[in-house]
């Protein structure tokens, strides 16, 4: 599709081209022309002044015809030879030219395709599981009062998963719009901590990991609602995958006229092949999954990385295996 279009636009730049180009050679050969116009007048009209004068062979009417004749077809063939090259040349250029320009749109493309593939791969699994359970049950004529409870138990299990990723889904899209972000105001990174602490509490507390804050009261500017989500994000992710009786640390520093927040863990850690596809969507490593068995879909740090980006950040990760890993983010 996009080669199509590439060859559709290339031939609408050379078009333009040639156009411009034939036009400039017709206004030279007019303007030429008309300077030989003039000069063969002239040298009529000298020679109509003083019949009597006698010119040698190189000045004679017909030697100044032949002379503008000559140069008319030099410069035609120059001219010809000139819009040849341009032709050339511009198709070349402008092929080039049309990739380039198309490139950002194929990007986009893709990247729809993949996340309405990825979309519908990871719908797909609680949608089968619970078609599946409804399925067995119309089958079953003797199905119990307490099989039906346990049934429609496990649909809304399934249909919890579902909103779980729905939701996602539309934060993603929400964060990924371009010019989606907010006015920006002056908020309390300190605050900002506390709100997203307050939210993995109750996680932190379940699996025995206590969380050491150490920010102080430093003002930015961006917004509460999805700062809050991006650190409760990272804090979310390090509880997940840190250690039991471990402890999780985050660290506030001010770096010139930036704010440089760290979340370090204790945990499993990731592999160094797995690294570089962390912030994909739906990317969660299998090795980390055999490790320790963690709900979710893999879009928490695809969201992270967008809300970054929408505060003009950036986000980095360093992490080693079975040694912990350590989110910095300098906004």
């Given at each position: 599709?996009?080669?199509?279009?590439?060859?559709?636009?290339?031939?609408?730049?050379?078009?333009?081209?040639?156009?411009?180009?034939?036009?400039?050679?017709?206004?030279?050969?007019?303007?030429?022309?008309?300077?030989?116009?003039?000069?063969?007048?002239?040298?009529?009209?000298?020679?109509?002044?003083?019949?009597?004068?006698?010119?040698?062979?190189?000045?004679?009417?017909?030697?100044?015809?032949?002379?503008?004749?000559?140069?008319?077809?030099?410069?035609?063939?120059?001219?010809?030879?000139?819009?040849?090259?341009?032709?050339?040349?511009?198709?070349?250029?402008?092929?080039?030219?049309?990739?380039?320009?198309?490139?950002?749109?194929?990007?986009?493309?893709?990247?729809?395709?993949?996340?309405?593939?990825?979309?519908?791969?990871?719908?797909?699994?609680?949608?089968?599981?619970?078609?599946?359970?409804?399925?067995?049950?119309?089958?079953?004529?003797?199905?119990?009062?307490?099989?039906?409870?346990?049934?429609?138990?496990?649909?809304?299990?399934?249909?919890?998963?579902?909103?779980?990723?729905?939701?996602?889904?539309?934060?993603?899209?929400?964060?990924?719009?371009?010019?989606?972000?907010?006015?920006?105001?002056?908020?309390?990174?300190?605050?900002?901590?506390?709100?997203?602490?307050?939210?993995?509490?109750?996680?932190?507390?379940?699996?025995?990991?206590?969380?050491?804050?150490?920010?102080?009261?430093?003002?930015?500017?961006?917004?509460?609602?999805?700062?809050?989500?991006?650190?409760?994000?990272?804090?979310?992710?390090?509880?997940?995958?840190?250690?039991?009786?471990?402890?999780?640390?985050?660290?506030?520093?001010?770096?010139?006229?930036?704010?440089?927040?760290?979340?370090?863990?204790?945990?499993?850690?990731?592999?160094?092949?797995d690294l570089p596809h962390v912030f994909e969507r739906f990317y969660r490593a299998e090795k980390s999954r055999s490790k320790k068995?963690?709900?979710?879909?893999?879009?928490?740090?695809?969201?992270?990385?967008?809300?970054?980006?929408?505060?003009?950040?950036?986000?980095?990760?360093?992490?080693?295996?079975?040694?912990?890993?350590?989110?910095?983010?300098?906004?």
């Open positions: 599709m996009f080669e199509k279009a590439k060859i559709k636009l290339t031939s609408w730049y050379l078009l333009i081209i040639m156009l411009v180009s034939i036009v400039f050679s017709l206004v030279i050969y007019v303007g030429v022309n008309k300077d030989l116009e003039r000069f063969e007048r002239m040298q009529g009209m000298r020679l109509k002044a003083d019949k009597s004068l006698v010119l040698p062979p190189p000045l004679s009417r017909e030697f100044n015809e032949q002379f503008a004749a000559d140069a008319r077809n030099r410069l035609i063939f120059t001219l010809i030879f000139i819009n040849s090259g341009i032709f050339v040349l511009a198709g070349f250029a402008g092929y080039l030219l049309a990739g380039i320009t198309l490139r950002p749109i194929k990007e986009m493309v893709d990247e729809q395709n993949r996340f309405i593939a990825d979309a519908s791969h990871e719908l797909r699994t609680p949608l089968t599981s619970l078609k599946t359970s409804i399925e067995v049950g119309l089958r079953n004529k003797k199905m119990t009062l307490q099989e039906a409870k346990k049934l429609i138990e496990s649909n809304l299990e399934d249909v919890q998963s579902l909103q779980v990723l729905s939701d996602g889904l539309i934060r993603l899209n929400y964060y990924q719009k371009p010019n989606g972000s907010k006015a920006f105001e002056q908020v309390s990174i300190k605050n900002i901590l506390a709100n997203a602490l307050t939210k993995v509490k109750p996680m932190a507390l379940k699996n025995k990991i206590k969380i050491i804050s150490k920010a102080a009261d430093n003002k930015i500017q961006g917004d509460e609602k999805s700062l809050t989500e991006l650190f409760a994000i990272l804090l979310d992710n390090a509880i997940k995958y840190g250690k039991t009786n471990s402890q999780v640390e985050v660290s506030v520093k001010k770096l010139n006229n930036r704010m440089v927040v760290v979340v370090s863990d204790k945990g499993i850690g990731i592999d160094e092949k068995d963690v709900a979710g879909y893999g879009l928490g740090l695809s969201i992270a990385k967008k809300i970054v980006e929408m505060h003009n950040g950036i986000i980095k990760i360093k992490s080693k295996k079975d040694e912990g890993t350590t989110f910095t983010v300098t906004l």
